[in-house]
């Protein structure tokens, strides 16, 4: 309909000067119009036409009164009236060129094609540089499909106005429609000739080129493009993603990451170039797509993809609470992203984050009931806060929706046995981990949760660090069992052994972690440094929340006993 707005606006602007002067001369007549007029212009649109009706039994010749019956019938939408009206009008004043267009457009708006199209081309006959009626001929023969018809409407315009770009492409496209490739890329190659600044000629060559699959031609051409109109997002992605894959990775990533830049492409086009570019390296991402990254997000700050990405860049970048921040973003757009949430629940417990782990693994647990890992990584920061009885109750609801992950499973039964422990249950807490001992066969990450389990409660202490030793001896690399046999000798009173052992550990992972500085802190306290005690403590909060006790030491500067 906003053809018929525009053609109102025009006839408010003529309803004070084309019914200036009715056919007859009848004063009471002349009053009886111009009160209709008045009607129409405040908008009383049945007024207005039950006035003209009285004038209408009078006279009805008067192309003026037709023509103000038509607008009011347009603004009141009843085109069939207003097509009426029109044509009585068009009829009556054969010279009145504004009825006539009127009627054209009208006879379009109501899908009267063929008659819109021959009314524009009488009006071209008196008015051949008149760019209205070539564009409104164009539109009717555009629907009724007539391609032959268009093009020489449009030759006809080039005679009386002169060529320009937008007439070459159409030229191009109506031949290309009719069958007429080689003529259409004859025009358009003729046009970059006329017309070497217009990048749209080349955008449509090209675009013609891939449609019709000869890449050779089109990558060509691209080139071209990109330098014509290095503005055209589009193109250079186009162009980059072609070096890339073609093997010019540094030429290739130039356009790409200016493409990404640029206005054109879209969210989903750019998204998969940055998401190409981010796992081109399997470890460390390129710094130079960070600024990209930010840029994703500033430019789309709605759309949840822009912070997905951004939490895989900074993953990958080794930046894991911006990832976190990213991830976290991600799902207050879009909570229904089940991968996104089991990444920040396995972050948030890398990083020692119980507290953040606890509300989000809820969170989760309550947007995907079915799904297993949000039950057990909110029973595992319960069982953190000493909240015994509701991490059982998740445990067992993680159980109710595992299936086949026997891993799992075993984990489930060590939270139990932590649990139990915690509840005072000993002997349902060793059993609970020897359930999850048959289930992991032995595995030894399970394994060394029981033996932390065994020297925390001081239970089966001399057995417990015989098997640690074993495990050292197996694995003589694995810093893990270094720093449990730290905590051991720290729970059995041997501080100097503690702190010896602990400080040959050279895993990047443990010396970032609040756990091991926690612990270090505590044997350099109970050795007497409570200097070198408190600067650990404070380097542990750095890394993550540590244990429950972590702010009070801090606080009181001492030691306090986790039971």
């Not at 359930?435 to 389990?453: D, I, R, W």
């Not at 729970?491 to 052992?501: D, H, P, S, T």
């Amino acid at each position: 309909m906003s053809r018929l707005y525009i053609f109102l606006a025009l006839g408010m602007l003529f309803s004070c000067k084309v019914q200036q002067q009715p056919v007859t001369q009848d004063p009471a007549y002349i009053k009886q119009f111009h009160t209709g007029v008045r009607y129409m212009l405040n908008d009383q649109n049945e007024e207005a036409i039950t006035a003209f009706k009285v004038c209408l039994q009078q006279n009805p010749k008067d192309a003026a009164l037709h023509y103000a019956m038509f607008e009011t019938y347009l603004k009141q939408e009843k085109y069939t009236e207003a097509v009426y009206h029109t044509e009585q009008a068009a009829a009556l004043d054969p010279k009145n060129l504004h009825y006539k267009r009127e009627l054209a457009f009208m006879y379009g708006q109501m899908g009267k094609y063929a008659e819109s199209a021959a009314v524009f081309e009488e009006l071209l006959k008196v008015d051949p540089k008149n760019l209205d009626y070539y564009s409104g001929g164009l539109q009717a023969y555009q629907q009724l499909q007539k391609p032959a018809k268009s093009l020489a409407l449009i030759e006809k315009m080039e005679l009386a106005l002169g060529a320009n770009p937008n007439t070459e492409i159409e030229k191009f496209k109506l031949l290309v429609q009719m069958g007429k490739e080689k003529e259409g890329i004859e025009v358009l190659e003729n046009a970059r000739k006329s017309f070497p600044q217009e990048p749209m000629i080349l955008a449509n060559l090209v675009d013609h080129y891939f449609k019709t699959q000869n890449y050779n031609k089109g990558f060509e051409l691209l080139k071209d493009l990109v330098a014509a109109d290095p503005n055209n997002g589009v193109a250079s992605l186009m162009y980059g993603e072609m070096l890339y894959r073609s093997g010019d990775r540094t030429q290739g990533k130039k356009f790409l990451q200016a493409g990404i830049l640029l206005e054109g492409p879209s969210l989903d086009q750019k998204m998969n170039i940055l998401i190409m570019l981010l796992n081109e390296q399997a470890q460390t991402p390129d710094p130079s797509l960070e600024p990209l990254v930010t840029y994703m997000i500033e430019a789309f700050p709605t759309e949840a993809k822009s912070y997905s990405i951004a939490g895989d860049y900074y993953y990958k970048a080794g930046q894991l609470q911006k990832a976190i921040q990213s991830y976290q973003n991600t799902v207050s757009i879009d909570p229904n992203l089940y991968p996104v949430w089991n990444q920040i629940l396995l972050l948030e417990y890398e990083t020692q984050q119980w507290t953040s782990l606890q509300k989000d693994a809820d969170a989760a647990a309550v947007v995907f009931p079915n799904q297993p890992l949000p039950y057990f990584f909110l029973a595992l920061s319960e069982n953190r806060a000493k909240q015994y009885k509701t991490a059982l109750e998740h445990l067992d609801q993680c159980a109710n929706v595992l299936v086949n992950d026997p891993g799992l499973l075993a984990e489930v039964w060590v939270q139990r046995g932590v649990a139990a422990f915690g509840l005072g249950q000993t002997e349902t807490g060793l059993a609970h981990f020897k359930k999850a001992l048959e289930l992991s066969k032995s595995n030894p990450a399970v394994e060394l949760q029981y033996l932390h389990q065994l020297f925390t409660q001081q239970i089966e202490v001399k057995s417990a660090m015989a098997r640690l030793r074993e495990l050292r001896q197996i694995s003589p690399d694995n810093d893990l069992y270094k720093q449990e046999e730290a905590f051991a000798q720290f729970q059995a009173g041997n501080y100097q052994q503690g702190l010896e052992v602990l400080k040959t550990i050279q895993n990047e992972n443990l010396l970032k972690s609040s756990s091991f500085h926690e612990l270090l802190g505590d044997l350099y306290f109970k050795m007497g440094a409570t200097q070198e005690a408190i600067k650990s403590w404070e380097l542990a909060q750095t890394f993550g929340e540590g244990s429950l006790q972590l702010a009070e030491k801090i606080l009181k500067k001492t030691y306090v006993n986790p039971f």
